[in-house]
């Protein structure tokens, strides 16, 4: 159960940066689309988490359709990809 409260968690944090389009975020390259099997993943939502005046790491999360729902997100069938870069 704790795996689906992380993982809402950060659906959340990267549905606030939904208008984010731009690929370099905090000097990483975060591509629009991926290939996970071979299925076509979309760039969903992408942030940045900040400790303090710390940045701890770039999230994105990529679907296979964007959507703004965390519950269809999470039941969406098919490959999902949680990218973290820690800074």
Request: glycine share 6%; hydrophobic share 50%; aromatic share 10%.
């Amino acid at each position: 159960m704790n795996h689906r409260i992380a993982l809402t968690s950060l659906l959340v944090l990267c549905f606030l940066f939904t208008d984010v389009h731009a690929r370099d975020v905090a000097g990483v390259t975060v591509p629009e689309r991926i290939t996970l099997a071979d299925t076509a993943l979309t760039l969903n939502g992408v942030g940045i988490r900040s400790k303090f005046f710390f940045d701890i790491y770039v999230g994105a999360l990529y679907l296979p359709e964007k959507t703004q729902n965390a519950e269809t997100a999470i039941n969406m069938p098919g490959p999902k990809r949680v990218l973290m870069h820690f800074l």
